[in-house]
């Protein structure tokens, strides 16, 4: 379903919750809404069902207004965060509820029933009632009793958040290959960074209402357009101004001036361990903390706090020991625009040919 | 040398804890099983025939009938009004959250005042002298000294006991299996019989058990409305007052125990529906 989103506005007394939000999607495509809780994801998400009323603005399907249509006409599955399952109902009952209310013929109901419980890997436990069900199961009856229907367009609110960790990264990859599967266009809402970009196609950062960028997950990744989404995905530094490390002087220090570093831009080694000595600041272990496939470093360098990544393959620091930093590029905010800068140093200018 | 104080305390706690049961029974037997037990004696004192010469008394049977009325219409319209009206208060969306605040505290009033004064104020306002109840007098549906004024007695009484049932279960289950329902294609009507009555069944059937065993025993605020009128708007409460006014202590005795019994049995259907809720457990 092409779904088009223009000026949309929501107010919840005197809180602005969405705010001149504008976007499109394309038939098929798998979106996550991503940002901070409270930022207005659900409630996008629950106009666009017909839950809530915008205060202005307009949701177009395939270029209707769909303002005025009552959420039992859009066509829409919709997976509750707590999935919101019949909790009288046996999972059979749970899946069949939608097909049931349409008056299809029972032995099509039957046969479509048995379609999603193998689809869903539920095949089994139909006669069962949800509170027999484990938190994964219900998530995927939750997830069956939407796609029922054979909706265009599945909404799903904060699906894994009720799911422990483990489950979920094994759920997340179900869900994608589903949808890819199912071909049917859909939007979740999370919260979760590495949920967004592990599952969506493009990923919509929504940050007080408003969209900050939209984008497929590199995108975003690669060229931030401001620093709250810098910030947002991955694990980021920001600084003041970054004009006293070497290789990064010509960065003006303005009062607007932002500097986001990455981990993964900031090598760190015990002295001779890096190839660019001329390039590396001097920097002081900090702090470890390990990863499981990785150590975090935070390492000091001046009156600057900086974070980074380092291989379990490489020698082991210590908190305290003195190390060289080498800063490959950092991003630069300058008010509306924003750069990347690299560490010119990096660039020998008096290359020495053998 | 840490466990000597310990055991001192745990025995001085139980001694207490005895003294304490034994208050509890005492009380219990005092106040409900005594009485019961003398309602008992008393009503089998002048052996079974009069027991049933009693209750087959012309003015008895009307009693019975009236309070059965009394029970079976007033049950029927506090269910009606009362899910009704705990909808509204949870779910209304559409009233500001003052509003639903003041309709909430509103709906204890009954708790609060004395059902003398609430059959005092439905006296006020639809007695005969005053305007709303000339007009229906004259439309030849007197309310006060009349069968509707004691239905609108006993449920100014038991209005809040429905709602108290039925809002905190709503409040609970939330508004998500509905939304979900909602987007499967369901309508609200289809909503409230397939999501939401299911959830709130025992909570409904309790608030029943509970506005039966209240109208059945109402006394005072009936007894304003009704005027007491033999043979015309007196019910079964209002019979044992007047048996005993008149000294006519058998005769008040065995129309208790026909009370004493039905409170029993609702008392056991009680115990049932309260199991039958599971889940949802009462603070009262």
Redesign the interface.
């Known amino acids: 379903m092409h779904i088009e989103v223009r000026d949309l506005n929501k107010w919840f007394g005197q809180y602005h919750a969405v705010r001149d939000v504008n976007f499109s999607i394309e038939t098929g495509q798998l979106i996550g809404l991503l940002g901070p809780s409270g930022g207005g994801k659900t409630s996008v998400l629950r106009m666009l ?1 017909g ?1 809530e009323y915008p205060d202005s603005g307009e949701i177009l399907f395939h270029g209707k207004v769909m303002n005025d249509v ?4 859009r066509g ?3 997976v ?3 999935y ?5 109902m046996t999972v059979y009952d749970n899946i069949a ?2 097909l049931t ?2 008056k299809w013929p029972k032995a099509r109901i039957r046969a479509r029933v048995a379609e999603l419980l193998e689809l869903t890997g539920l095949s089994g436990v139909e006669k069962r009632y949800p509170h027999q069900l484990s938190g994964g199961q219900r998530q995927r009856v939750a997830f069956a ?2 796609l ?2 054979e909706p265009q367009l599945l909404l799903l609110d904060e699906p894994f958040a009720a799911i422990d960790a483990k489950i979920r990264k094994e759920l997340r990859s179900w869900l994608k290959s589903l949808i890819e599967r199912v071909g049917i266009t859909s939007i979740f809402v999370t919260h979760d960074q590495d949920e967004a970009i592990e599952v969506a196609d493009e990923i919509m950062i929504i940050q007080q209402g408003t969209v900050e960028q939209k984008g497929t997950p590199w995108d975003i990744y690669k060229s931030p357009r401001t620093p709250f989404v810098a910030e947002f995905i991955g694990e980021s530094t920001l600084l003041e101004s970054i004009g006293q490390l070497k290789g990064f002087g010509q960065v003006p220090a303005q009062s607007n001036t932002k500097v986001l570093i990455r981990p993964e831009y900031i090598e760190v080694g015990q002295p001779g361990e890096l190839k660019l000595a001329s390039a590396s600041e001097n920097g002081i272990v900090k702090a470890m903390h390990f990863r499981g496939s990785e150590w975090m470093i935070e390492v000091a360098v001046g009156d600057l706090l900086l974070k980074t990544y380092r291989s379990l393959e490489s020698p082991v620091l210590h908190i305290g020991e003195t190390v060289q930093v080498l800063i490959h590029r950092v991003y630069v905010f300058d008010g509306d625009s924003h750069s990347v800068v690299e560490n010119t140093l990096k660039e020998d200018p008096m290359p020495i040919m053998i | 040398m840490s466990t000597a104080p310990t055991t001192l305390t745990s025995k001085k706690s139980s001694t207490s804890s005895k003294i304490l049961i034994l208050i509890t029974y005492s009380v219990f037997i005092l106040l409900l099983i005594i009485p019961l037990v003398q309602i008992v004696i008393g009503a089998f004192n002048h052996g079974v025939q009069s027991l049933f010469q009693a209750l087959l008394r012309p003015e008895a049977l009307h009693a019975m009938w009236i309070t059965l009325s009394v029970v079976v219409v007033v049950t029927l319209l506090n269910t009606l009004f009362g899910v009704l009206t705990a909808i509204m208060l949870v779910r209304g969306q559409w009233l500001s959250s003052r509003v639903r605040r003041f309709l909430n505290s509103m709906i204890d009033l009954p708790f609060a005042v004395s059902p003398v004064i609430g059959g005092f104020m439905i006296m006020l306002l639809l007695g005969p002298q005053t305007v709303m109840g000339a007009f229906f007098s004259d439309l030849g549906m007197p309310i006060v000294y009349a069968f509707p004024g004691m239905v609108l007695a006993t449920l100014f009484v038991t209005f809040p006991l429905m709602i108290r049932e039925i809002a905190p279960v709503l409040q609970e289950i ?1 508004t ?2 509905e ?9 609200s009507w ?1 909503t409230f019989w ?2 939401t009555w ?2 709130i069944r025992w909570g409904v059937t309790y608030g029943v058990v509970l506005t039966v065993a209240r109208s059945l025993g109402e006394f005072g605020a009936v007894l304003v409305v009704s005027g007491n009128i033999m043979n015309k708007t007196q019910t079964m409460t209002t019979l044992v007052y007047q048996d005993v006014d008149n000294f006519n202590i058998a005769a008040a005795n065995s129309v208790a125990l026909v009370l004493a019994v039905c409170s029993i049995t609702l008392l056991l259907v009680m115990e049932w529906a309260k199991r039958r809720k599971g889940v949802h457990t009462h603070a009262h």
């Open positions: 069902a839950l009552p959420p039992q006409e829409i599955g919709f509750f965060q707590h919101a399952l019949f909790k009288h509820f939608g209310i349409q009793r939407a029922a229907p | 939330g998500q299996q939304e979900a329902a909602s987007m499967l294609g369901a309508y289809t397939k999501v299911p959830s």
